[in-house]
């Protein structure tokens, strides 16, 4: 923009990295979903096959594979708790500057960039909503 201070510049830079975080941490959350996803029903789906095809002498050998499954399959939620958490934090701390950087001055240089200074407001209203939190 033509005529805005190298701070404005730079507060747009800034707003314009973290909104591209923001969305590539969103979809990449959703990629690790669904990987994750796949593993536990891979799991599940074995401990299933193995107890289905399990009879007599075979059963005490099932029953140590499906253990065994068992730990793999709690060490990959655990893993999926602490990842999902981490990406809760990281997007947390972007909206929270983007929220800054959108109610600074930065917006009042340009109409184009007022007309997103009431977006994060609504989403945050949002929040409020049961059906929000859930897929939040």
Avoid at 38 to 55: P, Q
Wanted: proline share 1%; charged share 15%; aromatic share 14%.
């Amino acid at each position: 923009m033509p005529g805005i201070n190298p701070e404005h510049e730079i507060a747009l830079a800034e707003y314009q990295s973290l909104i591209q975080l923001a969305t590539y941490e969103g979809s990449e959350y959703w990629s690790r979903f669904g990987y994750l996803f796949t593993v536990n029903a891979a799991v599940l789906s074995a401990i299933a096959a193995i107890l289905g095809l399990s009879t007599g002498r075979a059963l005490s050998i099932a029953f140590g594979v499906i253990a065994i499954s068992s730990l793999a399959g709690f060490v990959v939620c655990t893993a999926w708790l602490f990842m999902a958490f981490r990406s809760h934090a990281l997007q947390q701390i972007w909206h929270n500057r983007i929220n800054m950087i959108e109610k600074s001055k930065l917006f009042e240089a340009s109409s184009y960039l007022k007309a997103f200074e009431t977006m994060h407001d609504s989403f945050d209203s949002m929040r409020g909503l049961y059906i929000y939190r859930r897929v939040s």
